[in-house]
Structures are given as structure tokens and as C-alpha cells.
Nanobody, 119 residues
Framework: QVQLVESGGGLVQAGGSLRLSCAAS????????IGWFRQAPGKEREGLAC?????????YADSVKGRFTISRDNAKNTVYYLEMNNLKPDDTAVYHC???????????WGQGTLVTVSS
């Protein structure tokens, strides 16, 4: 089984940037995709981005396309990132990495890291 641990959240002003990290451990050989989703208070989970572990292809939700970038550390191929730019107050949420991608039917996800964007 794979374990996922997120880090990098915090408080940032609107228009600012943050980079979230996701460290995977355990049985990672069967992980074919890593994604990020978020959940804000009173809102449903929202799948944001996804990366294929085999070929590096990426996918983004329309709400974050052009602002967020998902990537993998090529030196440490069990560490994944979510670079977030031009943050907006609506981006305030707890951000989780997960496998596979999306926000449902997940095999594993981390405890999350809180991102707060002030106006």
C-alpha cells in the first residue's frame, strides 16, 4: 500500500504563489498516476491536476488550467509537486495528493495541507 504526505501549504496574498509537495512511500511500483484534489469548507471535493507516472502526461481542471502545474521530481521519483500561481481567495482549501487521480474512488490520499489565500 502507498502512503502519501503533503506539505507546503500556508497563508498567501491573492496573486501570490505556493508550491505544494507530495511524498509517496510504501508500495509505489503500482502507482500509475498521482493527482491533487482540494476541499473547501461546505464545498465538494474538486479534482485539480493529474500526472501519469509512466510518461509524465498531465491533465488539469479548467478552474486551475494555466495557473497550476503538476510535476514530479525526476531525481526523487516519489516526490510530486503542485506549483500554484496567481492564487485567488477561492483557492482557499485543504489540498490533498492522491492516487489515482480525481476526487473519488481513490486508492490512497494524504492528510492534506491547508492553503489560505487572503484578499
Amino acid at each position: 500500500q502507498v502512503q502519501l504526505v503533503e506539505s507546503g501549504g500556508g497563508l498567501v496574498q491573492a496573486g501570490g504563489s505556493l508550491r505544494l509537495s507530495c511524498a509517496a512511500s510504501g508500495v509505489t511500483r503500482d502507482v500509475y498516476a498521482i493527482g491533487w484534489f482540494r476541499q473547501a469548507p461546505g464545498k465538494e471535493r474538486e479534482g485539480l491536476a493529474c500526472i501519469s507516472t509512466s510518461d509524465g502526461r498531465t491533465y488539469y481542471a479548467d478552474s486551475v488550467k494555466g495557473r497550476f502545474t503538476i510535476s514530479r521530481d525526476n531525481a526523487k521519483n516519489t516526490v510530486y509537486y503542485l506549483e500554484m500561481n496567481n492564487l485567488k481567495p477561492d483557492d482557499t482549501a485543504v489540498y490533498h495528493c492522491a492516487t489515482p487521480c480525481g476526487s473519488e474512488n481513490l486508492d490512497a490520499w494524504g492528510q492534506g495541507t491547508l492553503v489560505t489565500v487572503s484578499s
